[in-house]
């Protein structure tokens, strides 16, 4: 079946470190691939996203390539801030669902202290 | 500005009685999901709705009930049958026939039953 697979949490970092937070999917074919961010007691927020191979998705200074010989999806920044501290979910969409149902990963708490 | 609204924000209610929860969209779209976020978890998938006056079971439907008797409109009843239904409830909503179908989210409902 279909899957996402993050790294455990809490990730805790300095200000001005580099982030990656890893993501594996398990799904055939080509799926879709997304980032969100959820900040304390909000929804969470479309962070970027890539649909097929070597696609690379980057907003606000976060990046993530699309791997399929990897299967893989992680997630960086060259730099982080204070204002980064949130959950990340990575999800996709299976390549053949007729829906635009998501599954998810369970989630990466990042810290940054200043 | 476009968006989706969910209210209230903090709902409290005694054991045994339903609640109704409320998701509102103004941005057209055709499909509408309720996920259920308990603390420290991902997201869950109660209940989505694809078009208008039809609607698929999640996965832990249970409990549960929904309507879409209008585009804009799926709301979400928690019932007496929900055997434990504090959570953060999420809802979103997506275009149906634009790739790649990323979903958009409310600021989530917080449910208490005590």
């Known amino acids: 079946g279909n899957s996402v697979t993050q790294m455990e949490g809490p990730v805790t970092l300095s200000e001005e470190a580099f982030l990656t937070i890893n993501c594996t999917y398990t799904?055939?074919?080509?799926?879709?691939l997304f980032w969100y961010v959820q900040y304390p007691g909000e929804g969470l927020q479309l962070l970027l996203k890539?649909?097929?191979?070597?696609d690379k998705g980057s907003n606000k200074g976060f990046e993530a390539t699309y791997r399929k010989e990897t299967t893989s999806f992680h997630l960086e920044k060259g730099s982080v801030q204070v204002s980064d501290s949130a959950v990340y979910f990575c999800a996709l969409r299976p390549y053949s669902s007729n829906t635009g149902k998501l599954i998810f990963g369970q989630g990466t708490t990042l810290q940054v202290k200043p | 500005d476009g968006g989706i609204t969910q209210s209230p924000k903090y709902l409290f209610r005694k054991e045994g009685q339903n609640v109704t929860l409320s998701c509102e969209q103004n941005?057209?779209?055709?499909?509408m999901y309720w996920y259920r976020q308990d603390p420290g978890q991902g997201l869950r998938l109660i209940y989505y709705?694809?078009?208008?006056?039809?609607?698929q079971k999640g996965d832990i439907a249970e409990g549960y009930s929904v309507s879409r008797e209008k585009k804009e409109s799926f709301p979400l009843t928690v019932t007496s049958a929900q055997k434990n239904p504090t959570a953060f409830y999420l809802c979103?909503?997506?275009?149906?026939?634009?790739?790649?179908?990323?979903?958009?989210f409310g600021p989530g409902t917080r449910l208490t039953v005590t």
């Open positions: 709705s694809q078009i208008v006056n039809d609607f």
């Open positions: 890539a649909t097929k191979a070597d």
């Open positions: 941005l057209n779209h055709d499909a």
């Open positions: 979103a909503s997506s275009i149906e026939d634009r790739f790649p179908y990323e979903q958009y």
């Open positions: 799904a055939t074919g080509y799926p879709s």
